[in-house]
Structure formats: structure tokens, C-alpha cells
């Protein structure tokens, strides 16, 4: 499917003559196949391929679900350049469902970045404008950090601070309406080194992305929790909270 979203959306038309449509049932399997005649437009170029599509089907949980498709090209004539030019146009405005994965990509680049302690993977995420908004910070933590110069220093300690983590084990996509935006839900299981203690947080985070790079991550979080973790409340209380804290994951 990904292939074809990366072509097809880049015709100015197409039309797909289906035609000698054939299915064959066995219990909870079956194929179906047909012949087509595919015609593309793009400018004044024109291309034609005749074939036939083969689909194998199963049965899962009572609804019927395409497990393999094949097409066998039988004839072809026009221009095949035609396709080289529709997926240039394509990537320039690519379509939604192309968009989609790559909004998801970059938050999972993101969030294994930090699994990883991959530095260099975490600074390639961040557009050079973007934004990290966490509303939720606690008392003397920022609420926002703007630039991909900063959020790299605001990362920067990361490496140093915590041990194992694990913060896509549980991780689930709410795609919206705009497919350059995501909400995302996850748990975050993270070894504290400078206290010792487990994080154990639940997140939110809403994101865009544009040609997979991260302008806004407006991030959702228990502060308390999270006080806890870095032991906050021990640091205020001994005046050094910015030791404790320093370059935490938020």
C-alpha cells in the first residue's frame, strides 16, 4: 500500500477498468481475481498497463481480510516516465496515509532516541523552529522550550541521569484529522541514577510533524510523580534541586 501511496496520489487521474471478477471460497479462506486495464494521466504524458490481480483472503474473527495480492502485468504501452513524474509530484504533496507514517516514524524516532541514548538521533527529530510545550512542569522547570539548539541542551544530560528505560512497550496513536498531527499516549518505566528510584510515569503528547521533523510536542505528564522520581521535594528542601534534576526526561 505504501508504494502505491507513493505513486498514485502524483497522477492528475487514473481509471481502472475492472472486469471477469472470479472468487473461490474454502472455509475460511479463499482468493478472488479479476482482469484490469489501468489507465494514467499526468500533463500530456499518458501510460497503459493490462493485467490481472490475484488476492488471497482469510477469515479473522468473522471479517474477511486481504493476507496476500498479486498482479501480474500482462501488456503496457505510453510513456513509463510517467511514473518517475508522479512520484516526484507525490513527494512533494504526499498523501495522507504517506503523511500518517510519517508523523508516527518520528515519534517513535523520538521516543527510542531516548531509549537508546542515542544523542545524534534525538537532535535529527527536531525541526529548527520546534517547540516543546510541557503545561504541567512543576515550580522552577520550564513550561516551554523553543528551538532545536535548545531542546538539544535541554536533552543534553539525558545519557547521564538514567539507566535502562521503556517508553514504547505501551505506546498507542490517536491519528486526527489533519495527518500532519498525532496524539499519542505511552508509559515511560525509567531508571533514576541520581536517586535511585524507578520513574514509572504515564504520558500524552500531542505532535506535528512537517516532512518528518517535530515542531510542536505539547507534553502531558503527572508532576508528582515525577517530582517523586527525581526526589524534588529532598532537593528544595537541601537547595539543590538544578543537581538533582539536571537535563532530566520530562
Same mark, same amino acid.
Given at each position: $500500500?505504501?508504494?502505491?501511496?507513493?505513486?498514485?496520489?502524483?497522477?492528475?487521474?487514473?481509471? =481502472?477498468?475492472?472486469?471477469?471478477?472470479?472468487?473461490?471460497?474454502?472455509?475460511?479462506?479463499?482468493? %478472488?481475481?479479476? @482482469?484490469?486495464?489501468?489507465?494514467?494521466?499526468?500533463?500530456?504524458?499518458?501510460?497503459?498497463?493490462?493485467?490481472?490481480?490475484?488476492?488471497?483472503?482469510?477469515?479473522?474473527?468473522?471479517?474477511?481480510?486481504?493476507?496476500?495480492?498479486?498482479f501480474l502485468a500482462k501488456s503496457e504501452k505510453g510513456d513509463r516516465q510517467i511514473i518517475n513524474e508522479a512520484v516526484e509530484e507525490a513527494s512533494i504533496n504526499p498523501a495522507p496515509y504517506i503523511q500518517r507514517q510519517q508523523t508516527k516514524q518520528a515519534v517513535i524516532h523520538f521516543l527510542t532516541s531516548?531509549?537508546?541514548?542515542?544523542?545524534?538521533?534525538?537532535?535529527?527529530?527536531?525541526?529548527?523552529?520546534?517547540?516543546?510545550? $510541557?503545561?504541567?512542569?512543576? @515550580?522552577?522547570? !520550564?513550561?516551554?522550550?523553543?528551538?532545536?539548539?535548545?531542546?538539544?541542551? =535541554?536533552?543534553?544530560?539525558?545519557?547521564?541521569?538514567?539507566?535502562?528505560?521503556?517508553?514504547?512497550?505501551?505506546?498507542?496513536?490517536? !491519528? $486526527?484529522? @489533519? %495527518?500532519?498531527?498525532?496524539?499519542?499516549?505511552?508509559?515511560?518505566?525509567?531508571?533514576?541514577?541520581?536517586?535511585?528510584?524507578?520513574?514509572?510515569?504515564?504520558?500524552?503528547?500531542?505532535?506535528?510533524?512537517?516532512?518528518?521533523?517535530?515542531?510542536?510536542?505539547?507534553?502531558?505528564?503527572? !508532576?508528582?510523580?515525577?517530582?517523586? %522520581?527525581?526526589?524534588?521535594?529532598?532537593?528544595?528542601?537541601?537547595?539543590?534541586?538544578?543537581?538533582?534534576?539536571?537535563?532530566?526526561?520530562?
Amino acid at each position: $500500500m505504501t508504494q502505491w501511496a507513493n505513486s498514485l496520489p502524483g497522477f492528475e487521474r487514473t481509471r =481502472h477498468q475492472i472486469s471477469n471478477i472470479k472468487t473461490i471460497v474454502n472455509g475460511d479462506r479463499a482468493t %478472488a481475481t479479476a @482482469d484490469v486495464v489501468a489507465n494514467h494521466y499526468l500533463d500530456k504524458m499518458f501510460w497503459q498497463i493490462t493485467g490481472s490481480y490475484k488476492y488471497n483472503v482469510v477469515k479473522e474473527e468473522g471479517e474477511w481480510k486481504i493476507s496476500q495480492m498479486t498482479f501480474l502485468a500482462k501488456s503496457e504501452k505510453g510513456d513509463r516516465q510517467i511514473i518517475n513524474e508522479a512520484v516526484e509530484e507525490a513527494s512533494i504533496n504526499p498523501a495522507p496515509y504517506i503523511q500518517r507514517q510519517q508523523t508516527k516514524q518520528a515519534v517513535i524516532h523520538f521516543l527510542t532516541s531516548l531509549e537508546e541514548k542515542d544523542m545524534d538521533k534525538l537532535a535529527s527529530v527536531w525541526a529548527e523552529d520546534a517547540v516543546q510545550d $510541557m503545561p504541567f512542569s512543576p @515550580d522552577n522547570f !520550564p513550561k516551554r522550550v523553543i528551538g532545536k539548539a535548545n531542546l538539544i541542551k =535541554h536533552y543534553a544530560d539525558w545519557q547521564k541521569i538514567s539507566g535502562k528505560a521503556n517508553f514504547t512497550e505501551n505506546l498507542v496513536f490517536y !491519528p $486526527m484529522q @489533519d %495527518a500532519t498531527m498525532i496524539f499519542a499516549e505511552w508509559r515511560g518505566d525509567v531508571e533514576i541514577i541520581t536517586t535511585g528510584r524507578i520513574y514509572k510515569q504515564r504520558y500524552g503528547g500531542l505532535f506535528h510533524v512537517v516532512d518528518g521533523k517535530i515542531e510542536l510536542f505539547r507534553e502531558y505528564y503527572d !508532576p508528582i510523580v515525577f517530582k517523586y %522520581a527525581f526526589g524534588l521535594d529532598e532537593a528544595e528542601l537541601s537547595g539543590n534541586t538544578i543537581a538533582l534534576c539536571a537535563g532530566k526526561r520530562q
